[in-house]
């Protein structure tokens, strides 16, 4: 899923036919359409004014200036100038990943997660194998967990999600809509709720009980964020080795 997509999922469906070949375009040609003007973009899709800035309004935008301004800020360029030894620029994003994890909190999610009577992994897009991933592992070790990555599935989440269960959101940038909209629901069921994001002050963040975050530097090509997700795999890792101590230790 593209970062635009990915940014608007839950209010794509609310274009019409017309709507959405507007924003199916944009999405396939981000680096053109920033630098164009409302009537540029009109005459070379052979449509209105007033689609397009009525596309702008149902995805909550004030207008076609802003729509915009905010694919200009999708276009992270990939840059290797500063580190080109592709060896030193992971051993920086690992030390940084290590150095901005807080062991406390680690903590303190591995004890929810060990009291909790199910775990809900929820993540979609290019993090879906990662939940899957930390589910699986939870499951081997014989803990109750599901792990959520269809929209429909994830709406349905406040019907049957009760006190005290834990559910862990994983994000790469923590401003997916189905996500934020998700977490925003849960807020009134009295669970648990943690992120494992790249960024500490994404939307999702501040939703969470508790947000682990790794913030390395982000990069993107034709409106895909292409960062590594290694950064959410060591936090992952290093979250489930840390229950999996605290599981054996009660064992005893």
Known sequence: MSLLAEKFAKDIQLLSHSEQ???????????????WTLTKLADTLSTSNTTIIRMCKK?????????RYMLRDLQVPVSTDDTPDIKEEYLQNFAQI?????????????????HAKTIIVVSV???KTIGEYL???LIQVQKPTMYAYES????????????????????????TKTLVQAAKKLQYSNCYMFSITNHGDSELSKLMTENIYSNIPTKSYAGYDITSRSCLMIQIDLLFEVYLRKMLAEQK
Do not use: C, W
């Not at 995805?59 to 729509?67: I, Q, T």
């Open 21 to 35: 070949y507007v924003f199916y375009y944009v999405d396939g040609h981000i680096d053109q359409v920033a630098e």
């Open 59 to 67: 995805l909550g935008l004030d207008g076609y200036s802003e729509f």
């Open 98 to 114: 290590v150095q901005n994890i807080q062991l406390p909190d680690i903590e303190f999610i591995a004890s929810k997660l060990l």
């Open 125 to 127: 897009g290019l993090t």
């Open 135 to 137: 589910g699986k592992r």
């Open 152 to 175: 429909h599935i994830i709406d349905l989440l406040p019907s049957f999600v009760k006190a005290n269960d834990v559910v862990l959101f994983i994000s790469m940038s923590g401003d």
